[in-house]
């Protein structure tokens, strides 16, 4: 295959208030090939992809399509020359049907008005390319995600681009769905399509790329050959440090008479029944099972946010009644939420804020912390969890997923939680601020805080818990010991059920 | 999950539940009054065309407001906007002795321009829609209130003429036409709705721009993102709502054969109540011209039916209006927690 470039990206720089996202990247794309774009959150990806499809505006740098300059002033524009983008989160009208989800700004005309049968018709024939016979007359709202994000995908690929973007396509779909996507991919890419390819699955990078382009910073660190670097190198690469001082984590010490601080004997919600989880003081227990297995719904319970029917719950020996989250801030039992954008931050409040907000809770809203107070409070945590950003007045929602969940974890830390219920802390955040969150929960054991941490990575789970108790159809079936347990072992038990 | 598109599965669509609530809800209601006031002509033609006439100016700008609620916006001046623009024609025909042409003309130009800023506003200085209509809405009164703080008779021969117009319904009987019995007519205001409706349904049904609307309400990022042009869009809708609250206001203005300061005053919530109550989602991305059609026809029944029963006092019809906005308010709700979780 000729190398020619489609796209060349010369000198990208881009200033954000603060934080310089973009330093001189230089980023090319040839005909016909899968360019993985590699690096950890805030690392200048999005912000590089946003740039070329005019959502950003860059401070200086060229982008040449075709050897020719372009400046998308809009996602318009970007469209028009043939870059054509699937975003992260699927961005479509959930109250249009999928037909007109993948037509919309172009619909085929006839006698001056939109000839819908047309639309339908190739809508149809498109999602079939995907192996999808759906009624596409349908509103998008009234499909799965999955289904969704191939709707935005074939839209995409409908615009008839040269330069194809998938910000990280995958992260919703099934293994079916994956390689179903990788062998339309592979298809384009015959035909001569540039695709640049965003995830933070390596295996996935393997899979289909033919070269990466790794950044860091906002720096680029170079451009690769798949076959070049080994997944161990290429982390290297994007973290920046050598990983084996990141997994080089402790478990929890939880001596042997330690006392047992919270304590549920078989709670059930109607939804969940007959769960009962013991945690000591300083430790830390994992809850591993599928999605749907009940995890949150346990940890719901012991947080008040679902009343509990039957059983009851001690915390440090005393019975506790949890009717509502409240009751379990003021007892000092702490919950990090799975969905972070959803339940956990408020963008539009500042760190500050969001940090001083469980806090103020605890202390009543009578009694008002002073500026002063809750600026210390912040900016002591965003220096101790190294939160990135210029100071604790930057807007939550602006923050990067990393540092959004390391607020989150700021908040509860600052209010001094004798338990911690962490769901899901470490989803779509890159493995640098993975291993630094692991290692925050694993101070805040040191400190004497009990900690739940729920999973859908075994890996993690197993290197962080003391115990971990394995959750399947919406019952606890085993509880296994974390130092002496593998992957193996507890995939057999979510498989099959206890031994 | 199968791709056929039989007439059924069309009909089944999630899409029309809302329309087919407001329908169904005016079938049930004008069903009971047929049962109960059938007697008393309830059920006649001139009852139903009577329907028309008495709001064809609430329809007609529900037009333009069912447009604006569908991208997720909202327009407080309409009524004000409608109450100036019979102002501008009863005092250029009566005071300054102009055509009311000229009149009307001017008040398009006033009505476009401001709805056409409220949008550039609305978008482009990303203030509120429900702030920057209001502003809109008081500067409107404001200058209506300048003009004249009495009620102005509006006598031109054109007006007259225009306001006096109509077809009367007619029968085919012993091989010729008679008009039927009772006598039942439609005149401007009725036509204008109904060619109004069906210029609203080929907006946002056949052309891009309607479409867009559609997207915006969905999403405005998403929208935008999928380079649609989300400011022009947005700025046009309330340019043509300026329009349809001009066009509601001349309506009126031949309607009641005046113009006055404190007209219609309020005009804008019952415009609104027309739209929800015809199914249109007030978060926006929800909303057919027909929904609003029958929602205009739901809302004007009410009055009709306590003028039937004749003792009860009109204010029964305020309540009844909250009520049937509340039920739809709330089903609205269902649909909308319902249609997001299915799979």
Not at chain 1, 48 to 74: Q, W
Not at chain 1, 398 to 405: A, M, R, T, V, Y
Not at chain 1, 458 to 471: A, G, K, Q, T, Y
Not at chain 2, 244 to 269: D, H, P, R, T
Request: charged letters at 20%; a neutral charge; proline letters at 3%.
């Amino acid at each position: 295959m000729p190398e020619k470039n489609i796209l060349e990206m010369k000198d990208i720089t881009m200033q954000f208030p603060g934080v310089k996202a973009l330093d001189g990247v230089n980023f090319s794309l040839r005909e016909g090939e899968i360019h993985s774009l590699l690096g950890e959150n805030g690392a200048g990806k999005s912000t590089l992809i946003k740039c070329l499809t005019g959502v950003n505006h860059m401070d200086s740098g060229k982008i040449f399509l075709d050897g020719k300059e372009i400046a998308p002033a809009n996602p318009g524009e970007a469209i028009e020359c043939g870059i054509s983008t699937v975003f992260q989160e699927v961005n479509l009208c959930p109250n249009l049907s999928v037909a007109e989800n993948i037509f919309v700004g172009r619909q085929p005309m006839k006698h001056g008005q939109i000839d819908w049968r047309e639309i339908n018709k190739r809508a149809s024939e498109l999602m079939s390319r995907f192996h999808l016979d759906i009624d596409v007359t349908r509103p998008l709202s009234y499909y799965s995600t999955a289904i969704q994000q191939m709707t935005s995908i074939a839209r995409a690929v409908d615009i008839k681009a040269k330069i194809l973007i998938l910000d990280e396509p995958t992260s919703s779909l099934d293994e079916n769905e994956v390689q179903l996507l990788f062998n339309v991919m592979r298809e384009l890419k015959a035909g001569g399509m540039g695709i640049i390819f965003i995830t933070h699955f390596l295996d996935q990078i393997y899979a289909v790329s033919d070269r990466m382009t790794i950044l860091r910073n906002g720096h680029l660190i170079g451009t690769y050959n798949i076959d070049e670097l080994t997944k161990f190198e290429l982390v290297t690469k994007m973290v920046g440090k050598d990983m084996d001082v990141i997994f080089n984590l402790k478990r929890a010490d939880v001596a042997p008479d330690s006392n047992i601080m919270l304590n549920a004997e078989h709670i059930g919600d109607g939804r969940i029944n007959d769960i009962s989880v013991t945690l000591k003081k300083g430790e830390l227990i994992g809850f591993a099972g599928l999605l749907g297995s009940g995890r949150t719904e346990t940890a719901e319970m012991l947080f008040g946010a679902s009343k509990i029917a039957t059983g009851e719950i001690f915390l440090d020996g005393e019975k506790i009644n949890l009717n509502r989250p409240f009751d379990a801030i003021k007892v000092r039992i702490a919950f990090c939420p799975e969905d972070r954008k959803r339940d956990g931050i408020i963008g539009d409040l500042s760190i500050r804020e969001n940090i001083m907000l469980a806090v103020q809770s605890r202390k009543g809203f009578m009694k008002p912390m002073t500026r002063q107070e809750q600026t210390d409070l912040a900016n002591k945590y965003i220096k101790l969890l190294g939160i990135a950003t210029p100071d604790c007045e930057k807007k939550a929602g602006e923050l990067s997923g990393g540092n959004q969940q390391k607020v989150i974890l700021a908040r509860w830390m600052a209010a001094q939680p004798k338990v911690l219920i962490l769901d899901e802390p470490t989803r779509g955040i890159d493995i640098g601020a993975k291993a630094e969150i692991q290692r925050l929960m694993l101070e805040m054991c040191g400190e004497g805080v009990s900690v739940i941490f729920i999973s859908s990575e075994l890996d993690e789970i197993i290197r962080c818990s003391n115990r971990i108790v394995i959750m399947r159809d919406r019952a606890k079936v085993a509880e296994v010991d974390g130092s002496s347990c593998t992957q193996q072992d507890i995939l057999k038990i979510i498989a099959e059920g206890a031994a | 999950m199968k791709n056929k598109q039989t007439l059924f599965n069309k009909l089944t669509n999630p899409k029309y539940i809302m329309v087919y609530a407001t329908i169904g809800i005016f079938l049930i209601i004008y069903a009971f009054g047929a049962f109960v006031y059938g007697d008393k002509g309830f059920t006649t033609v001139r009852t139903f065309v009577n329907l028309f006439i008495d709001n064809a100016y609430f329809g007609i700008s529900a037009v333009g407001m069912t447009m604006v609620l569908i991208t997720g916006g909202i327009d407080l001046s309409v009524g004000a906007v409608a109450s100036l623009t019979g102002m501008f024609i009863a005092y250029g025909t009566s005071v300054l002795g102009l055509h009311p042409l000229t009149c009307i003309f001017a008040a398009l130009v006033m009505g476009v321009s401001l709805g056409l800023l409220m949008g550039w506003v609305i978008h482009y200085l990303n203030v509120p829609a429900f702030i920057t209509t209001l502003t809109g809405m008081f500067f409107a009164r404001g200058v209506c209130s300048l003009i004249s703080r009495e009620s102005i008779d509006i006598h031109h021969p054109f007006f007259d003429a225009l306001a006096s117009w109509k077809i009367y319904l007619m029968r085919y009987a012993d091989g010729h036409w008679v008009r039927i019995k009772p006598i039942a007519f439609i005149n401007f205001n009725v036509l204008l709705f109904l060619v109004m409706i069906a210029i609203g349904t080929f907006i946002l049904q056949k052309t891009r721009f309607g479409r867009n609307i559609y997207a915006i309400g969905g999403n405005e990022q998403s929208a935008s993102l999928m380079g649609l042009p989300v400011g022009r869009t947005k700025v046009l809708v309330y340019g043509f709502n300026g329009l349809c609250s001009v066009l509601a206001g001349i309506s009126y203005a031949l309607y009641v054969k005046s113009g006055w300061n404190l007209s219609l005053q309020g005009g804008e919530l019952e415009v609104i109540t027309c739209a929800v109550i015809g199914g249109t989602l007030l978060t926006g991305g929800v909303g057919y011209m027909i929904g609003t059609l029958f929602g205009v026809l739901l809302k004007s029944i009410i009055p009709a039916l306590i003028t039937f029963n004749g003792n009860l006092l009109s204010w029964w019809g305020k309540i009844a209006t909250g009520l049937l906005l509340l039920l739809f308010i709330c089903i609205q709700r269902f649909v909308v927690t319902t249609s997001g979780k299915r799979k």
